[in-house]
């Protein structure tokens, strides 16, 4: 093979190497998310609605008393 064999291959092919490229960042991006996310039994995720509530106070309570299993606390 010589240069102006790859380039010609190249610029015929060339969307062919970005979809590779693409779809490997994006496996491999979901498969890390997936390994370093906490499982469903160590998450626990909380909706409350209230008048008047202060967020802030509730998350930090709820985050300060959580049991050591849990390694996620969502509050929406």
Not at 39 to 55: G, H, M, N, P, W
Not at 58 to 74: G, I
């Amino acid at each position: 093979m010589n240069k102006n064999m790859i380039r010609s291959h190249l610029s015929d092919r060339w969307y062919f190497y970005v979809l590779w490229a693409i779809f490997v960042i994006v496996i491999g991006s979901w498969s890390i998310t997936f390994a370093a996310s906490p499982k469903k039994r160590e998450k626990v995720s909380i909706f409350l609605t209230a008048y008047q509530c202060d967020q802030d106070n509730l998350f930090n309570y709820l985050n300060e008393n959580r049991p050591e299993y849990l390694k996620k606390v969502e509050l929406n």
